[in-house]
């Protein structure tokens, strides 16, 4: 059985719910950490969805700023990590562990 820590998604926030990250086949993912950064100098929403319940909801974000969720939640294969903002200028950073 293989474990591996990684970088499970890097990527900027769409205006709609969109998948940032699947867990892949005959794989389980312990996400551990998820950070959310808004590089707007204005103030932004955003939320995030494990597999498709809500997390954060309509959460506000202050301009320049990074909202850090540490947590321990496991997610089964093909179960799905979806998000959106108010904005493109708020990324998602999720780090975890893949066991495959």
């Not at 998604?9 to 808004?38: E, F, Q």
């Not at 969805?49 to 202050?62: C, E, F, G, M």
């Not at 179960?79 to 904005?87: E, F, P, Q, R, Y």
Request: hydrophobic residues 50%.
């Amino acid at each position: 059985m293989a474990t591996v820590t990684k970088a499970l998604a890097r990527v900027a926030a769409a205006l709609t719910n969109t998948t940032l990250y699947t867990v892949p086949a005959s794989t389980t993912a312990v996400i551990t950490n998820i950070a959310v950064t808004n590089t707007s100098a204005s103030a932004q929403t955003f939320t995030i969805k494990l597999d498709a319940v809500d997390l954060v909801t309509s959460a506000a974000i202050a301009a320049n700023t990074t909202a850090f969720f540490d947590l321990k939640q496991v997610l089964a294969t093909t179960k799905v990590i979806a998000g959106s903002a108010s904005a493109i200028t708020v990324n998602f950073h999720i780090s975890g562990v893949e066991i495959s």
